[in-house]
């Protein structure tokens, strides 16, 4: 296995904001030549090579730390198809390295006031602080057992500060009472739907209101979405507190995208205060899906595992990243995203259970059309004990167009078989056809072990939507 993988450097190096003396100068140019020569090193400053099998997660365009997105493919990045999926290929060699499950580890977002800087001086300054005779006498004279526990130990050291204290184990909410009507029906045992929204790109709350008018009474919860696609429109927050005020319950939807550490964890507190009790706390997808002028494209402050720990951690400890208490703290019920279809199933569960363990209470699937495939997803996520810790809404579509299958089939991480397109181009009446094909779909997934709920997205006409509920039962 080399070790080194030397690779285009993607996206520029990080260069230190602050300013230097000429001996940081000279380490940091030589470390920005040799490790962006062997392994395209962005100079994050917050080195993670060691965890993440030799290969730089930082040229993943959204900054990942902690695996890889909905979107990713064996083949490509879902973002810019010209580079491989850089967490596809960490995954990949750990497994073959053994290492697959060392990734469970939540690793903390950048502390940037590292980046641009020598990763090496951590090591210099830990090792001064263990001593450098005990050190070097811990290399020569350890077992060579003992010397991989040492070595392990003294590496997570230093990639988990005192701020942040990633680990691999599950980290059960410390209450267990319900905090929302969605969760204390799914804690009751309740089959539950909820339906996303995309708010309108309107400065006022008519086009909404309509809309919410037609879903009271017919799903347990509305999502609404956080500038799906990269486009803005009227604020997921605002529209929550509306959907609260018109007496249905919101799941209110956050990306990393559009945030820094500093607004999600103001955002986290104002939506507790507001009443707002669930959240959908995501990744995003990548400004560059949106519309020109695109904004910023390189380097997230956070992701969606890390969204998830810091906000148990604000709501089960009271703390936030900075070690001042919240008095009283927020609360709320976390939900993240699951992405059966991307990468391999046993990558996904992998990360699934990295997304439990930081915190996450219910996952929303991206849609489903391909029931096999997704079995085998639950499959993984049964073998990693998944199915009794977190509830699982599985994505729909109850879409009646071509167009809308055309286009939803080239979104990463949603695959419409080829079986559904034939059956699709044969049929003599499309409607009936696709109504047809949803309620197959709500029958299977109803079914299967570990799904406890529909979660209806890219919902054109509610109308539709209501007829494929109450043709299917759900709804009388
Ligand atoms: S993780 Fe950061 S320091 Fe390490 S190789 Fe990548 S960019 Fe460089
Ligand atoms: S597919 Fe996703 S995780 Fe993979 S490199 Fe691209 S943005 Fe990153």
């Known amino acids: 296995m080399p070790i080194f993988t030397p690779s285009r450097r993607w996206q520029p190096p990080f260069f230190p904001f602050k300013k230097r003396n000429s001996s940081e100068k000279i380490e940091e140019a030589f470390e920005r030549t040799f490790k962006g020569l062997l392994w395209g090193c962005r100079m994050c400053g917050n080195c993670l090579l060691q965890e993440t099998a030799f290969i730089c997660p930082m040229a993943c365009p959204k900054g990942l730390r902690n695996g890889p997105c909905g979107g990713s493919t064996p083949e490509h990045c879902c973002v810019d198809e010209t580079r ?98 969605l969760e204390k029906r799914l804690s009751e045992g309740a089959f539950v739907l909820s339906c996303e929204i995309v708010p309108p790109a309107a400065g006022e709350f008519s086009a909404l209101d309509a809309r919410l008018d037609q879903l ?111 008095n009283p703290p927020p609360n709320y019920f976390i939900g993240t995203a699951a992405a ?36 085998a997803y639950l499959e993984e996520l049964s073998k990693r004990g998944l199915l009794d810790r977190v509830y699982l809404l599985a994505g729909i579509a109850p879409i009646k167009t071509m167009a809308a299958a055309k286009y939803l089939r080239q979104l990463p991480g949603i695959v419409i078989p080829d079986a559904i397109m034939q059956r699709l181009a044969k049929a003599n009446n499309l409607e009936t056809e696709f109504l047809k094909i949803s309620l197959e779909l709500i029958e299977k997934l109803r079914c299967l072990p570990g799904v406890h709920g529909l979660h209806f997205m890219a919902v054109n006409d509610i109308n539709h939507l209501k007829t494929v509920l109450i043709e299917s039962g759900l709804r009388t």
């Open 340 to 375: 059966p279809f991307a990468s391999e199933s046993r990558y996904q569960a992998l990360r699934a259970e990295k997304k439990v363990n930081a915190g996450a209470q219910f996952m929303q699937t991206n849609l489903i059309f391909d029931v096999k495939r997704f079995e």
């Open 84 to 181: 491989p999926c850089i967490w596809y290929a960490i995954y990949e060699r750990a497994e073959k390295m053994g290492r697959l499950e060392k990734l469970l580890e939540v690793f903390p977002p950048l502390d940037w006031d590292k980046a641009g800087t020598s990763a090496l001086r951590d090591v210099y300054e830990k090792i001064d602080a263990y001593g450098k005779r005990r050190t070097f006498s811990t290399i020569l004279r350890s077992s060579t057992r003992e010397r991989e526990i040492k070595w392990e130990q003294f590496f997570k050291d230093i990639r988990q500060p005192d701020w942040w204290h990633g680990d691999d184990q599950l980290h059960p909410p410390r209450s267990h009472e319900p905090v929302s009507g």
């Open 216 to 326: 009271k009474n017919l799903v347990d919860a509305v999502n609404i979405t956080d500038n799906a696609s990269a486009i803005p429109r009227l604020s997921a927050f605002t529209c929550s507190q509306r959907v609260l005020a018109l007496g249905i319950e919101p799941v209110l939807q956050m990306t990393a995208r559009d945030r820094t550490r500093l607004s999600l964890q103001a955002d986290l507190i104002g939506a507790s205060a507001a009443g707002i009790r669930n959240l959908l706390l995501i990744t995003g997808d990548h400004p560059n899906k949106g519309c020109p002028p695109f904004s910023h494209m390189d380097a997230w402050d956070f992701d969606s595992i890390q969204a998830v720990w810091i906000a148990r951690k604000l709501r089960d400890e009271g703390v936030f990243l900075d070690g001042r208490m919240a």
